[in-house]
């Protein structure tokens, strides 16, 4: 044994870590507090503890670690050197009430109200109205119908009533329409932020340029090695978006069958003289593109969902011609240049559903995956739900839609 041995003092109450040094002689050991680094003996990170550990720091494990750290102590590691670099700063940034298969529109009810009235995220509505007009093309109509089913709010628009919306459309590709008035913006800068700032504020630590090389289960609890240092708690979230299940093979947990599927965007001029400010976002009823009005200029996507592996996406210039081709078809005008093109991940498994809840095969692993193209729309539902399993208590979800989102549906 050396005369020196480090010991790593968990103080949970102040959220503290305080480094000794212990001198063992004839003497009853003497606690010293002096860094070991000075005395040469020091030789690495100290290990972390806490109550939770969240891995990903998109709006998923923020918002979460969030609504955890009111009453637990909560670190999030992320693997890039700033928070929200991949799915989240690149989303289109709105609210469609009626997107997504029945629990996605459950969890986007549920989500409303908070947007609204985001009190103690931020103050006043991350809201604004905009509008959701989706095309209908003649011969093509019955591409609604998927739409339609279980949607709440939506009008019949005319041909003409379309185009006094949107005036670029083309009139020959316009047979008719379906208008929801309740589609909106969201500022996801403001939201985001403000579950990081609520987060902090509450004690957490976010811990940036810290990707996981090593996970272990170790009696009852979960160490995760990185290089920033050993972090340890007795419940590991996965919120790491489209490397959820490298995550979860790295901690020797059964994967969900993840699928990231990039998403491309492109802003675009209008001609001079046309201001977009009022359009709403529009649509092809089958999504071969759709458009939203994007600080006087649109932004165009050809709603492309090309399975790829977990990477920091880039835009397939082949995947983005072609959606613009369709998008160009649609309007009376040509496309003369791109001004900016980016692309984001869009996580999903086989339902299209969330994955939310503890793993059945390993104690103390909890998924927060796979929310597809919902995710900043769903947070408030979802941050909600996660921290209620996680502190063991009652959720306001309808239970079915809690037994939906479970991963134990992959056993």
């Not at 939770?52 to 999030?76: K, M, P």
């Not at 609604?144 to 709440?152: I, K, L, P, Q, S």
């Not at 095969?361 to 193209?373: N, R, S």
Request: aromatic residues 8%.
């Amino acid at each position: 044994m050396p005369h020196g041995a480090l010991l790593a003092c968990d103080c949970h109450k102040y959220n503290i870590y305080v480094r000794k040094l212990v001198f063992r002689s004839h003497v009853p050991p003497v606690m010293i507090d002096i860094s070991p680094v000075i005395l040469g003996i020091y030789e690495g990170p100290m290990v972390q503890h806490c109550d939770f550990l969240v891995v990903g720091g998109g709006i998923a494990g923020i918002s979460a670690a969030a609504r955890l750290a009111e009453q637990a102590t909560t670190i999030v590691l992320e693997m890039e050197d700033v928070i929200g670099h991949h799915s989240t700063g690149r989303s289109a940034a709105v609210f469609v009430r009626n997107y997504g298969n029945a629990v996605i529109r459950a969890l986007n009810a549920a989500s409303e109200p908070v947007l609204k009235h985001p009190d103690g995220i931020c103050e006043g509505s991350v809201l604004t109205e905009r509008g959701l007009l989706m095309l209908a093309e003649e011969g093509k109509e019955d591409q609604r119908d998927t739409f339609e089913v279980g949607a709440v709010g939506l009008e019949q628009c005319s041909p003409q009533q379309a185009l006094e919306m949107v005036p670029i459309l083309n009139p020959k590709k316009v047979s008719g329409a379906l208008y929801e008035p309740n589609a909106l913006d969201i500022d996801v800068d403001r939201l985001f932020q403000g579950y990081a700032r609520l987060f902090k504020s509450r004690g957490g630590e976010i811990v940036v340029s810290a990707p996981a090389k090593k996970i272990d289960r170790e009696q009852d609890y979960w160490r995760i090695t990185t290089p920033k240092g050993e972090f340890c708690a007795p419940v590991l979230i996965n919120a790491a978006g489209a490397w959820a299940d490298k995550i979860a093979e790295l901690a020797g947990v059964s994967q969900i069958g993840l699928t990231p599927k990039r998403r491309t965007a492109a802003i675009i001029p209008l001609p001079e003289g046309i201001d977009p400010g009022d359009w709403p976002l529009f649509e092809g009823a089958a999504e071969p593109f759709y458009a939203k009005p994007e600080a006087g200029k649109l932004l165009v996507s050809p709603v492309d969902e090309d399975p790829v592996e977990p990477h920091d996406a880039y835009v397939d210039d082949m995947v983005l011609a072609e959606g613009l081709y369709r998008f160009e078809n649609t309007v009376n005008f040509p496309i003369t240049h791109v001004e900016h093109s980016w692309a984001g991940l869009r996580s999903f498994v086989t339902d299209r559903s969330p994955v939310v809840g503890f793993a059945h095969d390993a104690e103390g692993f909890f998924w927060l995956a796979a929310q597809g193209g919902y995710g900043i729309q769903t947070s408030p539902a979802l941050s909600r739900l996660a921290a209620d399993l996680c502190l063991a208590r009652p959720s306001e979800l309808d239970p079915q839609i809690i037994q939906a989102l479970s991963p134990q549906r992959f056993q």
